[in-house]
């Protein structure tokens, strides 16, 4: 009975180790992703801060509407890579413990098993491979979701659709006189 016991938990540590491995798998796709994103942000806002030299006024508006959301996309971004690296460190922890626990239990499964062949008492291996599951339980596994990611996509979309907009402004006032300043 105390080898079975045993030998639960060594299937569940098995499949907690699967479970770490697929939230480090997520965390780092994401991780990437985000990267991706922050290096999109940090092109768009190298884009507006081109626009400065074209011919003022109209420059200056145009960098205005576009510059503020591509910074605010890059720290979305970075926000993101920041939350999926925990994530992923957390993941590997995880892993790392469920990993030690796996060995450790089939080290406790064969001496068990070997204990009980010789009718010596179980109780102490049984001790020792409990503690050592309730500890690698401990250590948790995160939840990875992708509302991160989706808000750094989000603050992309808004700075792209903000670019669109510079541009769309600078082509308007195209045919206007340089150095004339709008309404006045």
Not at 7 to 17: F, L, S, V
Not at 64 to 82: H, N, P, Q, W
Not at 86 to 101: C, G, H, P, R
Request: charged share 20%.
């Amino acid at each position: 009975m105390a080898c079975e016991i045993i030998a639960d938990w060594y299937e569940a540590a098995i499949e907690r180790q699967g479970d770490a491995l697929a939230a480090q798998n997520a965390a780092l796709a994401n991780l990437q992703m985000t990267s991706a994103y922050f290096v999109a942000a940090e092109v768009g806002a190298a884009a507006c801060f081109l626009l400065i030299y074209t011919p003022p006024p109209f420059s200056l508006i145009a960098f205005g509407i576009c510059e503020v959301t591509a910074l605010a996309a890059m720290a979305a971004a970075a926000y993101s890579m920041d939350v999926y690296l925990d994530q992923f460190n957390e993941a590997t922890d995880a892993y790392i413990a469920a990993e030690k626990l796996v060995a450790f239990l089939e080290e406790m499964l064969c001496k068990c098993e070997a204990q009980l062949a010789l009718h010596i008492p179980t109780d102490e291996t049984m001790q020792q491979a409990q503690a050592a599951f309730e500890e690698a339980e401990g250590v948790p596994i995160p939840d990875v979701d992708d509302s991160a990611l989706d808000e750094a996509e989000a603050a992309l979309d808004e700075a792209e659709a903000a670019m669109d907009e510079a541009e769309a402004y600078l082509d308007e006032h195209a045919d206007e006189e340089e150095g004339a300043w709008p309404g006045i």
